[in-house]
DNA sequence: ACTTTCGGGACGGCCCGTTCAT
DNA sequence: ATGAACGGGCCGTCCCGAAAGT
């Protein structure tokens, strides 16, 4: 047992320093040596843990699914899907399991087949506060709420790919408010735009 | 001087073929030897033209340069801004350099100092017609030009990314049209809005 | 514990297959192929013991040490220095390390920083005889001591090399007798030399 | 004929840029591209001149030819082959040519047969110096003038080599004084020693 | 159950000496 | 005498197993 715990520590010091060189380098760039050395660990544990250089990257796309859970009680349902954005664009910021998580759904198709389901599940948690907010009124009448989910998923994809070579992410939150004030009045029932926070942070400021 | 022409020729499918290998694999994973066997061309041959592969790489995304420059005439600046994305989104389909560009432009920071001018490239080019529709009356009134273009050109990589896995890029097109559809709101004036025309093709079907 | 036996082995191996190499090659020429190649050993466990190639030459270089440590009892400090060239001489007829190891030490400054430290070891070692010579009341009188050994050791290098392009290296002790008969004039008392040998080879036979 | 002074022209450049270029890396390690780039001469003019590598070092190596040469008038024999030493060892501080080719010369087995010539000119040069010498009866009686010539043409050598690393060769000519200094008692007639000059510069100085 | 040392071997990018059409 | 092309080979690294110990 007490062995057990060293594993899990082993484990997660591994995922850690994995997220990191996956983060910085990409998935074929990445070298198990590297990950090795960062994470203090050799080659014959690594290699007890995670079979393959594969088998990493996949648990850590796997990790992402903990990061879509999150919810903010009482909110407007809108609100929550933009707190949903702020909140990932922040942890983005320095969060090195989720960089990598990300970076390695984007990269998928050149190492393994791609799988449409890391898209998914944040298109649909993004549809499920739309849905939500249609019901609350909070919506636009024509607005296409499928439609809307995808296109904000995606925006934000590249908006933080972008904001990655531009400022290395430093104001990634600030262009993830650009992205909601040029799309809610397209989107949302005018009268319930003003009363949207956009970026916690800058409100906090 | 036929001898040069054979030098161009050489040169092209070089670059071709390395187009294609990076559009698939990305920068790290793509190998010179399959970039080799796809040119018909031999070693010698390709490190005479390219000294390194990053040397290709920068080659290619270069050759961006080139489809940036497209213009359509007499139309309103807003409805050009519409075409170019629209323009480079069938590109994409279909031309290997541009795709390959892009995906290159995107994992930059891996193989090379990022430089923010890649991106900068589109920013400005769209910026510019939004500058035009605003002298024209295009816009709404408080519509802020720069970051638009910023968001805008962000929000197109994203999705074209998303669309390449879930559908292999077929209808992004129609992707982008929904990107415009969300947009167009919070950016034109809007009585302009019905006289635009979101995407060409479905049009012309 | 038994495994290490085995690292042991295969270091060895690889050593004196490199030294084989050196040796005929130079350091330029030889390849990590040709090692592999006679050490029989594969590119996995070569550059697990030696991470590059000038490691591996220097591991070569290092064995040097070992052949400046031979010393035989009770003779006259002269005749030791004597015998130690005339060993050396000998060694380098079969020994294929230390063949290497010279070789390289000559070639250093071309594939590393120059390192005086390697002919310093001889110099130094041939001087402490001298200085007991001198003690011995073995040396004539006006004698430069610092000057001797390092010439003897230029000259011991050179002619080695020369004779290893004429004869092979067949007759180098020979050679090195020769050089002792044109220095000991100079260098030792008169009335010392004739108790010297200069070749104990020729004496057996 | 203007055609053929550019010619010599180009050839004598690449002469000297080959033999910086051998002299500083060896055989092996010196590059065509280098000398090339060094000679400020294309590809073709290159291989016009010498067809091969080894061609062009075979060119330098009978450069040598010509600095075995000089001749000294009037003095003792014994002198003249102290000079012709003092000469090269001078030569070697500057000279690229004669530093290549000594380099080339050391270097041949491992590119090319074996040539004892190279070493056997030097000897028949300084044995003849030293016949002269016992016919003016210069020399200690029992001396062996064929051993010498070749032991000093030996020392030479590797004592060059040596002062190479431990130096950069700054003080050659002091080094191959001591050499004389050593080895003259064994091969002069003692009363003719002191009226030799060992080193012309500190002479000078 | 977990970790280490040592080894396996395919392949990576690149450069090298050289030739050939012009 | 040139620019373009040729293709073999170089060193090094990569991802991974196997055998043994803890």
Known sequence: LAQQERAVRTRKAILQAAARVFDQRGYAAATMSEILEQAQ???????????????LAGAIMA??????????PEKSPLQQAINLTQHVARLLQHDYVLRAAI????????FAVPNPAAYALWIQRLRAFLDEAREAGELRPGADVAAAAE???????????????????????????????????????????????????????
Chains 1, 2, 3, 4 share one sequence.
């Open 151 to 205: 296109t904000v998923v995606g925006a934000f994809t590249g908006i933080q790919l972008m904001d990655q070579v531009l400022t290395d992410r430093h104001d990634l939150p600030a262009k993830i408010a650009n992205l909601w004030r040029l799309v809610l009045p397209g989107l949302a029932a005018a009268d319930r735009i003003p009363d949207l926070v956009l970026d916690e942070e800058s409100q906090a400021a």
């Open 103 to 110: 970076r390695l759904v984007i990269e998928q198709g050149s």
């Open 63 to 72: 990790e992402q699914q903990r990061f879509a859970e999150s919810r903010w």
């Open 41 to 55: 660990v050799t080659k014959g544990a690594l290699y007890f843990h995670f079979p393959t250089k594969e088998a």
